[in-house]
Each structure stands twice: as C-alpha cells, then as structure tokens.
C-alpha cells in the first residue's frame, strides 16, 4: 500500500512518460473527482491537467474503503506557489473518514516532527511538516483530500488557505465524523492515531490470518475502530443488528476458545450491546477489564419504513416545546415584575425623603393681612391652635 504523497509523485513520472499510451482502462475512473477540482478556486488556478490514478496503485482502497474515483492536478497561487492535489471520492462518508484515518496514522508512525496538528476544514483535518512540505489532509462528505505545498517554507498558511477554499466547494454530507469514534474512551485524544475500519478485509490486513479477526463478518455494513491507549490497543466492531452481533458473537467466543486450546496468544472480549469489544496487548485481565468498562454502547433506532411512532413523538416534542416556552415567559414576567416593584420602591424612596427635606427646609407662610390660605401642599407648618383668637375675641 502506498502513501498519497509517493502516489502523487508516481502519478507525474507516469504522466509525463506515457502520456501518449491508451491506459484508460488501467485508471480508477476521475469522473466524479474531476468535476470537483476546476480550472480555479478562489485566487488559485489550474497549472497542470487533471491525472488518473492507476488503479493497482489504489487496490486496496478500492477494495477496502469503496474508493471509485480519483484525480490530481497542480494549483498555483498569486505569488506563483504551487500546490498538489489528490481529490478522492468514496461510496460513503465512513469511506471518506477511513481514508484520513489511514493517512493520518500512517503520518503519526513515519517520525514527522512535531507529529501532526488538528485543523479545522471540512469535516475533520490534519497538518503537518514531512521535512520538505507542509501537508494537509481533509475530508468532507464523500471527498478525501491530500494536499502538499511546493515546499521552501514551513509555513502552512498558503496551504491551509487553499484547504478551506476547495472545502468550502464541497457537499458536507452527514456534517460529522462516525459516531463510533465517539464512543471511544478519551476520543478527543485516541481519535489522533485512531483508525476506522468500513471492511473486515482491513481487520485481517492489521491482525494475523489466524487472529479472532479472522471470523468477523462486516455483512450488513459493520463498521469498527481501532485505537491504541498505550501498549494496549481497543478495537470496537459494530454491528447494525442485535441478530448480526449475536452470530459473530458466537463464532468470536467459539474462535477464541479454539485459540486457547491451541495455547494461542488471545485477545480480551466482551460484547456490548451490538458492539464486539476487543483489547489486545494487556498487561493483565484487570486493565483489559477497566479499559473495557469506558466502552459504553448508545442504541440508535432508525426506521427502514414510515416510524409508526411518528405522531407520538410529534406531540411529545410540541407538548415540551410549549412547555418550555410557558415556563420561560412566566420566569421572564416573574423578572419584570420583581424588577419593576424594586425600581418603583427606590424611586418611590427617593421621592419621599426629597419631600420630606423641602418641607423642613421652606420657610414658614405668614396669613398676615387677612389673606386666607389653604394648606394643601402642607408646606406650612400647621397652626398651634392656642395662639389663634377664640370667639368674641
């Protein structure tokens, strides 16, 4: 199996030697792939024409990871940088996703300085410095895509500029990596040199023929996830059927028993709901069993007809919606109601002691000269009534 990078370079060698030979039955069909790379995206444009990919290249993705179409072409920037691109496409999202993943933990094992960064085009990405380029590899929807800069600088800024212009170009599919690799204990950190697995003939390609691996069965579209947690490695197959995940459990504990009697090497397992859990490389059976315990399995319904439940989750979800909102309007009127009483009580406060001090501070109204006046504002102290004039007086 061979890197996208050595790929991209066999692929020029061949392209420039035999150009002029009929090999259009020896290629992986471009299709697919060449509409999604045009003549320019955004400031960039095409230098080169698109190149096929000879398939006995590509045997195992093909095989594997339902790869059906691939093209590569060279961009070139304003600045006259150049950029090499190799747009795969694949039968599904999980295809896509496995391709990176391969990549990725490909370029983990290789020594790269630094290793490699998390980026943020498409739907998952990563970067990295090889010792002459800067690579970015991408996947979005059904695409996977291999970058590499003209090389000179280890800034990755061009590259990564680029990235998110093709990416942006792109249908995003389902939005989102497997949720498989979500169940991984710590997935945030395993996800790095994780690998997804879409065929059972990638299993047996990792594991020796002889393994329990041997008699995993992806029918059905099983998908798994391999993962390594320091000299342990956690491997979770899924099935999409309780009665799939019933027959490989029975030729999975079946196989391990026939691998104990032989005095063979075997492998810690437990099925989980529709997960097959499997830990390789254990110190002990203790830190098999704890690694074990963090795999959680999440049951996920989905109707290969109408849902019959559909009204009953309709009301439900309109039942709670309403719901909410009445709560909210009654806590927000609750607010504005608190918070009007405490803005009239302070302004009320206010009001009053400023009237209080204009009273005691207005000096006292004579009546002399006959004049009568009513006291209605009661800023006039009141009269003492014994030094008015009585009657007769």
């Known amino acids: 199996m061979f890197s996208r990078k ?11 030697l035999f150009s002029f030979a009929p090999v259009i039955a020896q290629n992986l069909p471009t299709n697919l792939a060449a509409k999604l790379l045009p003549e320019k995206l955004g400031e960039f444009r095409a230098a080169s024409p698109l190149k096929a990919t000879k398939k006995e290249l590509v045997a195992d993705e093909i095989d594997r990871d339902g790869l059906i179409s691939e093209a590569s072409r060279t961009y070139v920037a304003k600045d006259g940088q150049r950029l090499s691109v190799t747009l795969s496409t694949s039968a599904s999202d999980a295809g896509a996703y496995a391709l990176l993943t391969e990549e990725r933990r490909r370029a983990e094992s290789s020594g790269n ?7 943020n085009i498409g739907t998952a990405s990563y970067f990295y410095w090889d010792g002459l380029h800067n690579d970015l590899v991408f996947y979005k929807g059904r695409v996977s895509v291999y970058i590499i800069d003209g090389g000179g600088s280890r800034d990755s800024q061009l590259l990564l500029d680029f990235g998110k212009t093709l990416a942006e170009t792109l249908d995003k599919g389902e939005g989102d990596i497997p949720v498989l690799i979500k169940h991984l204990p710590d997935w945030q950190k395993a996800s790095r040199t994780a690998l997804y697995v879409t065929s ?8 020796a023929d002889g393994s329990v691996f041997s ?21 979770i197959v899924e099935f999409n059927t309780p009665q799939l995940a019933t027959d490989n459990d029975q030729r999975i504990v079946t196989k391990i028993q026939d691998l104990r009697n032989q005095g063979q090497p075997i492998p810690a397992y437990r099925r989980v709901g529709n997960y097959a859990v499997f830990v390789v490389g254990a110190p ?3 830190a098999a069993d704890e690694l074990i315990d963090q795999v959680k399995y999440q049951q996920v319904v989905q109707w290969l007809g109408e849902n019959p439940f559909l009204y009953e989750e309709a009301t439900r979800e309109f039942t709670e919606t309403t719901l909410g909102v009445f709560v909210s309007v009654v806590k ?12 009239g009580g302070l302004l009320g406060g206010f009001l009053f002691i ?16 006959g004049m009568l006046r009513l006291n209605l504002d009661e800023m006039t102290p009141q009269t003492d009534p014994t030094k008015l004039l009585g009657r007769g007086n």
Not at 113 to 119: I, Q, S
């Open 284 to 286: 002990n059976e203790q």
């Open 215 to 235: 008699v995993v069965s992806f029918e059905g579209g099983a998908q798994a996830v391999v993962a390594n947690y320091k000299e342990q490695g956690l491997i």
């Open 354 to 369: 400023r009237r209080r001090a204009q009273q005691r501070a207005v000096e006292a109204y004579t009546d002399a000269g």
């Open 332 to 343: 927000a009127s609750g607010l504005a109601l608190v918070t009007c009483f405490a803005v």
């Open 200 to 207: 059972d003939k990638t299993l047996k390609r990792y594991f």
């Open 6 to 16: 050595f790929r991209t370079f066999l692929l020029s060698l061949a392209f420039s």
């Open 113 to 119: 300085e630094g290793g490699t960064t998390t980026g």
